[in-house]
């Protein structure tokens, strides 16, 4: 019996140290991956023999951090690109105006301007001063809501009696623009809960972006289901053909560059971010040459009904 047990020792420890010394041989199999990825040697994935569950775990967990490091660095490098190209375009926008209103100025300047000069040379300041407040405005209220400070306070809104009114506010500017509006706005009592300058802010880019690029009919619609509000504006857009709609909310993505000069290039990314903000979805689909914009929020059922 003895001898068994010690037979039984020696046979124990033989087998420890052979495990033990599988797991350093695998270990060290490990950093040499680790160092070659590190140094750009090799792209592939940690692997281990597979006889041992704890370090099969451990190669697992190496890897998903390795992705969540690939990930970080894209990331990190598509922010930088957006920046770049955010700098380059604020640039642009504002030294337009800016040039024009220098050149302007110098001509008020010279002498021998008639009256009727002076007061075209005004004119065109005052819309060039306007034109630079108003991109101001965009960039500050981008940031903004980028910001966790930006706060919303959030009401009851009857959509149904928010839209139409927002809509009658542009009824000149559609007409100038021979557009084709065709409504089906629903007649029953749609309210949600959320911020109305927020709303109103969301539904006048959308109107302004059609009234801005679109042409012949333009369809308007507003209709309750699935639990949902739903607002959509749709018109012939065959310049955005085999074009990612998700395009159209970039920062600064002009899909009209003969236009580029009318705006921004914020007012859909502006609208997406404050619908973000109050818990809704703004996207974009294209089915042949038209062009969908869709907002969905949620009903406040309660008091949802007819009016």
């Known amino acids: 019996m003895p001898i068994f047990l010690a037979a039984l020792s020696v046979a124990a420890a033989a087998f420890c140290l052979l495990r033990l010394l ?125 910001s966790t400070d930006y706060a919303l306070k959030p009401t009851r809104i009857r959509l149904d009696k928010l839209i139409p009114e927002v809509l009658m506010s542009f009824y000149d500017e559609i007409q100038e623009r021979g557009l084709a509006p065709v409504f089906d706005l629903t007649s029953s009592r749609t309210e949600i809960w959320a911020d109305e300058s927020a709303v109103r802010r969301v539904i006048e880019n959308l109107v302004l972006n059609a009234v801005r690029h679109a042409t012949g ?8 289901r699935e639990g949902k509000a739903v607002f959509s504006l749709a018109n012939a857009a065959p310049h955005l053909i085999g074009t990612d709609p998700e395009l159209l909310f970039n920062r600064f993505y002009m899909a009209d560059a003969s236009r580029s000069g009318l705006s921004s290039g914020l007012g859909l990314s502006i609208a997406r971010g404050l619908m973000v903000k109050m818990g809704g979805s703004l996207r974009g689909t294209l089915e042949g040459n038209k062009l969908a914009l869709r907002c969905e929020w949620r009903l406040n059922e309660k008091k949802t009904g007819t009016s």
């Not at 797991?23 to 692997?47: C, F, H, T």
């Not at 021998?112 to 101001?136: F, H, N, P, Y």
């Not at 009919?217 to 309750?224: G, P, S």
């Open 22 to 146: 599988g797991l350093r041989r695998e270990i060290r199999r490990i950093a040499r991956q680790l160092r070659r990825y590190n140094d750009g040697e090799s792209a592939a994935k940690v692997v281990v023999g597979g006889w041992d569950r704890s370090l099969e775990g451990l190669a697992v967990e190496i890897n998903r951090h390795t992705d969540l490091i690939v990930q970080a660095n894209a990331e990190r490098r598509r922010t930088e690109d957006e920046l770049r190209q955010a700098v380059a375009n604020i640039s642009h926008d504002l030294r337009t105006p800016l040039t024009s209103i220098s050149g302007y100025i110098q001509l008020l300047e010279a002498e021998g301007l008639t009256a009727d000069g002076r007061r075209e040379a005004i004119g065109v300041i005052r819309k060039r001063t306007m034109r630079l407040q108003s991109l101001l405005n965009d960039f500050y209220e981008l940031s903004m809501i980028d």
């Open 217 to 224: 009919m333009l369809e308007v619609r507003l209709e309750a």
